[in-house]
């Protein structure tokens, strides 16, 4: 049976928007201050988890590897990038970027 597999990059920016929009949907505040850099925690089971640090802001905010992935799909509704509602999901860290895989096997 043939399947699907799906890959979308996220850059940087990219990341940093969808989780500024996530923050903001559940009630996090975050700082309005500029993101000094965004870091990646180990791949784990869930997905890749991320510490957004900021300039002036002595605390990294933190983010799970699922509130990572629901930030990224939320993302992707909003900017019209297509997601299969059935599929696994998952994220990992490649070459400075944080990719979506969504697999989809035939029914």
Same mark, same amino acid.
């Given at each position: 049976?043939?399947?699907?597999? @799906?890959?979308? @990059?996220f850059t940087t920016?990219? %990341?940093?928007? $969808?989780?500024? =929009?996530? $923050?903001?949907?559940?009630?996090? =505040? ?6 000094? *850099?965004?870091? #990646? ?5 869930? &997905? +890749? *988890? ?8 002595? @605390?990294? =905010?933190?983010? =799970? ?5 629901? $930030?990224?799909? $939320? #993302?992707?509704?909003?900017?019209? %990038?297509?997601?299969?509602?059935? &599929?696994? /999901?998952?994220? #990992?860290?490649? /070459? &400075?970027? +944080?990719?979506?895989?969504?697999? %989809?096997?035939? @029914?």
């Amino acid at each position: 049976m043939p399947s699907e597999r @799906r890959l979308i @990059r996220f850059t940087t920016p990219e %990341v940093e928007q $969808a989780l500024r =929009t996530f $923050a903001e949907a559940h009630e996090r =505040t975050l700082p309005r201050s500029q993101v000094a *850099s965004i870091e #990646y925690d180990g791949q784990t089971e869930e &997905g +890749v *988890s991320a510490r957004i640090k900021f300039e002036n802001v002595p @605390r990294p =905010t933190h983010f =799970t590897a699922l509130e990572m992935t629901a $930030a990224l799909i $939320a #993302y992707c509704h909003k900017t019209h %990038v297509p997601i299969p509602k059935q &599929g696994q /999901k998952s994220l #990992y860290k490649a /070459k &400075g970027n +944080v990719i979506l895989q969504i697999d %989809v096997k035939s @029914r």
